[in-house]
């Protein structure tokens, strides 16, 4: 039976569009500056801040509209009554940290009683494999749809370790929106061919990742 999950070839050059799992926000003028400032050495870290929750609150923005909405009735203040949306209330958050918490932020000014969750993964010396030491869900996360918050994508390692960990405790694959602001080629293709079922969202994915972030980000260069 043919899998219906298109997989990166190794050999190919990387194309997003090809993978049916990955979804980019719109690159515009302004984002792309936003990248550009990030990148700069000679960015001071307030600017680096400024520039980085700028461009979080892009994804995040963007990632909540992969979330599920159903229709509502509003009446408005002078007595109309108004056809709108509103979100699903099984929807959280879940951070890995430490860089994952500079996402935390965005997530709460769009939606200011969501539910975060956190997710310590540190690399063993011996094995060099991400190891999971703190793993703490809202007690029905197994029903929820969750946005896993990570800015960096270098090999992809971390976020499958967090992936796993989510799904052991019974998140369905399919349920988990991984928002992202830089991300490798192989990152992403390792990704997906272990977890064919989740969706990427990402601000870029380029072979240089500014692994500085978290350090940058949270003063501790």
């Known amino acids: 039976m ?17 993978i049916p799992q990955l979804r980019m926000i719109e690159i515009n003028n302004q984002v792309k500056e936003l990248q550009t400032i990030i ?19 892009l994804v995040v923005e963007e990632g909540l509209n992969q979330l599920p909405h159903e229709t509502t009735d509003v009446t408005t203040p002078t007595d109309q009554v108004y056809h709108g949306l509103k979100f699903g209330n099984a929807n959280c958050g879940v951070s890995i ?34 190891m999971v030491y703190y793993a703490k869900f809202p007690p029905d996360v ?21 992936i796993r960990t989510l799904i052991n405790h019974s998140v369905l694959e399919d349920n988990i929106i991984f928002l992202n602001l830089f991300a490798t080629p192989e990152s992403i293709s390792a990704i997906v061919k272990q977890y064919p079922k989740i969706t990427i969202l990402s601000s870029e994915v380029d072979q240089i990742c500014p692994n500085y972030f978290g350090q940058k980000y949270f003063g501790s260069e």
Do not use: W
């Open 142 to 162: 197994s029903k929820r749809k969750v946005l896993l918050m990570y800015p960096l994508l270098n090999t992809g390692q971390t976020a499958i370790a967090a």
């Open 2 to 18: 043919t899998d219906e999950i298109t997989h990166q070839d190794d050999h190919d050059p990387f194309d997003p569009t090809k």
């Open 97 to 130: 940290m430490r860089s994952g918490e500079a996402m935390e932020r965005g997530l709460r000014d769009c939606c200011s009683s969501i539910r975060i969750g956190k997710i310590l993964i540190r690399y063993n010396e011996d094995s060099e494999e991400p």
């Open 39 to 57: 990148r700069d050495r000679e960015t001071t870290r307030s600017d680096f801040v400024f520039c980085a929750d700028r461009l979080i609150r």
